[in-house]
């Protein structure tokens, strides 16, 4: 069965500080990849997506970055984090053949920044 | 990109039927309409999806009006385990997914 991982849980980051998030997925091949972002209260903004290794579609201009070094890996950067960082980080992958295309979401990773 | 509106939020009773109404009047004929539900502190889960027809799962019932510019997530008997925000989306061409605000259902026992 598939599975999906992403860490750390939470993290508390200085401003300016780098972050990376990571997240993994097992059981299936060549996933779309997405990173969402929640902050306190409001509903999900998609930040990134990736259809394939090095294919990155970015949904909003900010201070993060998105890289799929592997098939299974996409990870979540920043080099200088800002105070409006801090949200609920979530990871998702959904298979890249044709069909409904439903989500499937990690534990997520809740950054504070300070 | 395509819009849903849903209701803020709705209460039910444990036990009884919850019916969530979703619109998404500007939707194309290959959007997908999808259902997840998100408990606190965790990431959203699958529930349901339609393209045309109605559907039914172990989990809901999902009720897509002929135009399809609204759907209808159904719980059957509404557990405490169901309170949670629900959010209907719709899947845009092959990859993506734009999650509203969602409804806030609070079911009381």
């Known amino acids: 069965s598939q599975t999906i991982h992403q860490w750390p849980a939470t993290l508390v980051q200085p401003v300016g500080s780098p972050l990376s998030l990571e997240c993994t997925v097992e059981?299936?091949?060549?996933?779309?990849l997405y990173w969402y972002r929640q902050a306190a209260g409001r509903g999900l903004q998609l930040l990134f997506y990736s259809v394939g290794i090095g294919q990155i579609s970015s949904e909003v201009p900010q201070n993060l970055s998105a890289s799929r070094p592997q098939d299974r890996q996409f990870i979540l950067s920043s080099k200088k984090l800002l105070l409006s960082d801090s949200g609920f980080y979530l990871c998702?992958?959904?298979?890249?053949?044709?069909?409904?295309?439903?989500?499937?979401f990690g534990e997520g990773s809740r950054l504070t920044v300070l | 990109d395509a819009k849903t509106t849903q209701p803020n939020s709705m209460e039910s009773n444990e036990e009884e039927p919850v019916h969530l109404p979703c619109n998404h009047s500007t939707i194309s004929g290959t959007d997908y309409i999808h259902w997840y539900r998100q408990l606190p502190s965790q990431g959203p889960e699958y529930v349901i999806h339609g393209l045309t027809s109605n559907v039914n799962n172990r989990m809901a019932s999902l009720a897509i009006a002929e135009d399809r510019k609204s759907s209808t997530l159904i719980l059957h008997r509404a557990t405490l385990r169901d309170a949670a925000v629900y959010y209907c989306?719709?899947?845009?061409?092959?990859?993506?997914?734009?999650f509203g605000a969602g409804t806030t259902v609070t079911v009381r026992a």
């Open positions: 998702a992958w959904s298979s890249l053949k044709g069909g409904p295309g439903e989500l499937f």
């Open positions: 989306i719709l899947r845009i061409g092959d990859y993506k997914l734009s």
């Open positions: 059981g299936t091949s060549n996933p779309n």
